[in-house]
């Protein structure tokens, strides 16, 4: 199997938990050559290995993949039980050029025809690194381990009312390794200073973190970042973040790359065709668009104010507007899982939809075959805006769930609707307002 997902996801303390009660083998790759690799698993397995028969040779640190991997099968019984050999961080085998593709495919082909249950997982914060499609049919299937979403993450954010935890997510976001840096008992404010703002703050640095280990010279990376920090942006708005880009052909290569690093989702408008052109691009995670919005321009430029102020006089004004480029995902995050309390049915496909003259925020089809369409308003809706006119307005433009017999209309909101807007959403059956209460699970939506 192959596990990919974001550095800090937690890809690691799952397989442990999920190996356990198994005769396993968990070995971390770290960035060494070759033979380093293979005598680290040559040295394990003699470890994890019962005393060695006669007819067995015994496993030493020049031995090759083919035999290493043999002698793993030979820990799995005939018809009995399994073996597991998890190669956790397995892009390090490819940077090192090891050539244990061939070997591995082979001994898992052996596996299925001698009835040996050998299990070999492979983790990596990109599945394109770790295996070739001919080996990855052979793993038997690819698990992505994402950030936690909104409604998970909020034992680990600081503590507050639904709508302040919202916007506490649409800082620190879902990856574990962070929320666990968090501390629950202060405000947003307080860990923004002490994690972030501080210059010995754990988490100053996060972003280079996550971003440097893999690239050679990631100047540009870091330009296409800060230009997606503000939100989600087309092929576009991207090309034109990165100053020494002359032609929109030559930001593929890194939105590829930063994509196969798990930084980046590639979505497309649920109405379009699969190889459709028009898609568009955000950071995947919540906590890292807020580091490159504001944390790397404080290091780079902003030292002259010290934390307190730069929070004060630049993040606090910008956090609302921060927020409401993060909330349509908490949003899709929340009919993708949580609907089921408001429609008795989570989407079993989900998304959002735009065209030249039209955007529908949230959209999709439930398990109960119903379509839905929404709108996002974190700051809320303007005065005299009627909530359905424009949506109504934009499903006229899209064929997206055309013919279905329910057709619901959303409203995702973060602070409540005025009183004639409420009145206008309830005179109708098949519109529905979605507040932060709904979101955060502390009330029906």
């Given amino acids: 199997m192959n596990v990919s997902g974001l550095r800090g996801v937690g890809k690691t303390a799952l397989l442990t938990r999920a190996v356990e009660g198994f005769d396993a083998l968990h070995l971390l790759r770290p960035p060494h050559p070759d033979p380093a690799h293979r005598q680290a698993l040559a040295a394990?397995?003699?470890r994890g290995s019962p005393p060695e028969s006669e007819s067995e040779a015994p496993v030493s640190a020049g031995t090759s993949w083919a035999d290493l991997f043999a002698t793993a099968l030979r820990r799995a019984e005939p018809g009995g039980a399994p073996y597991v050999l998890v190669l956790d961080d397995a892009h390090r085998l490819r940077q090192a050029r090891s050539r244990y593709q061939a070997p591995l495919r082979s001994v898992l082909e052996l596996a299925r025809a001698s009835g040996r249950a050998l299990h070999v997982v492979l983790l990596s914060h990109s599945p394109s690194s770790m295996a070739s499609p001919k080996l990855a049919d052979m793993l038997g299937g690819h698990v992505d381990v994402g950030p936690l979403p909104f409604r998970s993450a909020i034992p680990l954010l600081p503590r507050g009312h639904p709508r302040d935890l919202v916007q506490a997510y649409a800082v620190f976001g879902g990856i574990p390794r962070i929320l666990n840096?968090?501390?629950p008992s202060t405000?947003?404010?307080?860990?923004?200073?002490?994690?972030?703002?501080?210059?010995?703050?754990?988490?100053?640095?996060a972003g280079r973190d996550w971003l440097e280990p893999d690239l050679q010279i990631p100047a540009r990376y870091y330009a296409v970042l800060a230009t997606l920090s503000t939100g989600e942006a087309d092929w576009k708005t991207v090309h034109e973040g990165v100053a020494d880009l002359t032609t929109s052909g030559q930001v593929a290569p890194y939105l590829q790359r930063l994509h196969e690093l798990g930084l980046l989702d590639i979505r497309r408008s649920m109405d379009t065709k699969p190889r459709s052109r028009s898609r568009r691009y955000r950071?995947?995670?919540?906590?890292?668009?807020?580091?490159?919005?504001?944390?790397?321009?404080y290091l780079q430029n902003g030292r002259g104010l010290d934390a307190a102020e730069y929070l004060n006089?630049?993040?606090?004004?910008?956090?609302?507007?921060?927020t409401d480029g993060i909330f349509p995902a908490i949003c899709r995050d929340f009919m993708r899982l949580d609907a089921i309390e408001a429609f008795g049915a989570n989407a079993r496909e989900g998304g959002s939809l735009w065209g030249k003259d039209y955007r529908v925020d949230v959209a999709g089809i439930l398990s109960s075959g119903a379509a839905y369409y929404g709108d996002c308003f974190w700051a809320g809706l303007p005065s005299k805006s009627h909530p359905l006119e424009k949506l109504d307005a934009a499903i006229r433009e899209t064929r997206y769930g055309f013919g279905r017999e329910q057709?619901?209309?959303l409203i995702f909101t973060g602070r409540p609707l005025r009183r004639v807007q409420r009145r206008q959403v309830a005179r109708r059956l098949d519109a529905r307002v979605v507040d932060a209460d709904a979101l955060a699970g502390v009330d029906d939506a």
């Avoid at 950071?283 to 321009?297: G, H, K, N, S, Y």
């Avoid at 006089?313 to 921060?322: G, K, Q, S």
């Fill in 44 to 46: 394990a397995l003699r």
């Fill in 181 to 183: 840096m968090v501390d």
């Fill in 187 to 205: 405000t947003v404010g307080t860990n923004l200073r002490n994690l972030v703002f501080d210059a010995n703050g754990r988490l100053a640095e």
């Fill in 283 to 297: 950071i995947t995670d919540p906590f890292l668009a807020f580091w490159f919005r504001f944390v790397l321009p």
């Fill in 313 to 322: 006089e630049v993040v606090r004004p910008e956090l609302d507007a921060h």
């Fill in 407 to 409: 057709r619901v209309r």
